[in-house]
């Protein structure tokens, strides 16, 4: 059991000596779930083999993750930033505003949503040639809507090894506007010193006020330290939390 009585999970079933490099709580349902480097690169293994094995993409290819902070959201990025996809993760609902980005009112290569977002009238779904849900829960999807499918099911179809290497450069787009890897590695490393992460640090960041994956993924990566999402954080649990999982730093 976790801090607070809450159900404790090191996904993979391993309990590894290092300290988890990503942990999700979900203070609405007591989850806690704990990836370490090894077992996070596995899970974008996964997600890698997804994108390029079993839905056939390419690098270039253009892959809308639209997911809020979470460690499936983690290894989707990583996974497909792995591969050379170009990546759109929109964090918020668009309220049917125009997105703006180039060649958005084309269909993605692969979309990956929540089944709150698909069902949400404020948002604007992009349309995808191979469409996911991934759920954030516990529990497993029991409702997946005809030409979607179940990424918790779809993924475990490929090995947590990484695929094949792929060549990545630093010039070629990691999001469709354009955006370079090398330029995201740059912005990432920038807002890491603005914050004054370090290696050996541990972020403690809020789900809900944080959903851009600049600040609780690559920022605190590229300074080399570790995440703790909390996503509907109870403000009351907040100091235990910061004492329990030895919170450095606070987003």
Known sequence: MGPNGATSTLVGGVDEVDRPLLTCYDDATGE?????????????ARSAGLLRDGCGLAPGSRVAVLLPPHWRT?????????????????????????????????????????PERLDDWLEDVPEGRHRYLVGTG??????????WLDWSAEVLRHPATPPDYTAVHASDP???????????????????????????DRLLVD?????????????????????????????????????????????
């Open 74 to 114: 983690a290894a989707m990025l990583l996974g497909a930033w792995s591969v050379g996809m170009a990546v759109s993760f929109r964090p918020r609902a668009t309220a049917g505003l125009p997105v703006l980005e180039p060649g958005a009112d084309l269909p993605y290569d692969a979309v990956f949503v929540t």
């Open 174 to 200: 990691a999001s469709p506007d354009g955006t370079s890897y090398g330029a995201w590695g740059s912005i990432a490393h920038g807002l890491a010193e603005r914050l004054d992460l370090r290696a050996g």
């Open 32 to 44: 806690r779930t704990a990836l370490t480097a090894s077992q996070l690169g596995g899970w974008a």
């Open 138 to 147: 516990p529990e497993p999807l029991t409702d997946v809507p005809v030409g």
């Open 207 to 251: 789900a809900t006020e944080h959903e851009q994956p600049l600040k609780w993924l690559l920022a605190p990566l590229s300074a080399g330290a570790s995440v703790v999402i909390c996503g509907n954080l109870d403000p009351a649990r907040r100091d235990a939390r910061i004492a329990a999982e030895q919170i450095t730093r606070v987003l």
